[in-house]
């Protein structure tokens, strides 16, 4: 039950699809068997992010790719490698991060699809397998554990790592599946997507970067995956992918719905998100059962991301 009035529904259109010379509708992968049993993917987008000249990249998880799409949307490989890269995002200096689900942090060099090791355990622990992550105005890396958490087991975690320091922080350990994060436009509170938990969390982050009081920012209403990829724009309204309902929904600041923003693509799963555009106010958006890449015009432009700024 909902205590708010219904929001208003916006409409997408196309940005572009997944040419067919890269769909590998018939090709094995460990992942799929994992998180996909019995289905046949041709590829699974995630981790839309722009760089400074307009290009988006994407990842391809099951099958270790990394795309870039032109803003006239046209698709070339970057990289492919042994790995399962899910979150991007890009560093100011123009270094690429990605949360790698087999491989923990990783770095790419988007000129020659270069992929290195970056953080591959916490004080030797390995990771339960990332997911997304998400910079600072300060350069700190956060980012997600996931693994196969969830209600049988809230045991997945949220890291921050400091270049300057070195030094790797555990801030939360009890997440029902940590996937999307994203940090409000006074970078003093971290939302969280709980996917099976279906809900967003809110973590304040107090001066010396401990957090207390995590909560419940928003409860999404149900379904067979829940709350995804987090974005953020300048008024601190929260736009939050809803796997499974085909959807993206956006959120006050004061967790009051705003918009169902609804997939003109015929999929359900919505999974990440990034805001383009020639004002910053387009919001992309990854359906990775289709293949599609959706758009919004909204209208308020999104947060600034670190490397943009």
């Known amino acids: 039950m909902s205590l708010y009035p219904p ?49 988006l990249f994407v990842t391809d998880i099951p099958y270790g790719r990394i795309f870039k799409i032109s803003p006239a949307g046209k698709w070339s490989l970057v990289a492919q490698y042994n790995g399962w890269p899910n979150g991007l995002r890009f560093h100011k200096n123009g270094r690429v991060f990605i949360a790698d689900y087999k491989l923990g942090i990783v770095e790419l ?7 290195t090791p970056f953080l591959t355990h916490n004080n030797s622990e390995g990771f339960k397998g990332v997911n997304d992550l998400v910079f600072d ?3 700190r890396l956060y980012f997600t554990d996931q693994g196969q958490t969830g209600m049988h087991n809230p045991t997945g975690r949220v890291f921050r790592y400091d ?9 939360l350990d009890t997440g ?9 436009p006074e970078e003093n509170v971290l939302y969280v997507g709980m996917t099976r938990g279906n809900a967003v969390w809110r973590m304040p982050i107090l001066p010396d970067g401990s957090t207390s009081k995590v909560g419940i920012f928003t409860q999404l209403a149900g379904g067979v ?19 499974g309902n085909g959807c993206v929904w956006m959120f ?22 990034a805001y383009g555009g020639p004002e910053n106010k387009t919001l992309f958006f990854t359906e990775s059962d289709t293949g599609n890449i959706l758009k919004c015009d909204l209208p ?10």
């Open 225 to 243: 995956s829940g709350a995804d990829g987090l974005a953020m724009d300048v008024e601190g309204n929260l736009t939050v992918c809803d796997a």
């Open 176 to 184: 029902p599946s940590p996937n999307g994060l994203v940090l409000n």
């Open 137 to 139: 105005e300060d350069g």
């Open 163 to 171: 270049f300057d320091a070195g030094k790797l922080d555990c801030l």
């Open 252 to 273: 006050s600041k004061w967790g009051e719905p705003l918009y169902r923003i609804v997939s003109c693509g015929g999929g359900r799963t919505t999974t990440n998100l």
């Open 300 to 309: 308020h432009a999104g947060k600034t991301m670190f490397a943009h700024s």
């Open 109 to 115: 060099d988007p000129v020659n699809g270069k992929v």
């Open 7 to 55: 929001p208003q529904q916006m409409q997408t259109e196309l940005f572009t699809s997944v040419p067919d010379e890269f769909r590998f509708p018939n090709m094995e992968s460990d992942w799929v068997k994992a998180n996909k049993p019995g289905q046949k993917v041709h590829s699974f987008l995630e981790g839309p992010s722009f760089d400074r000249d307009g290009n």
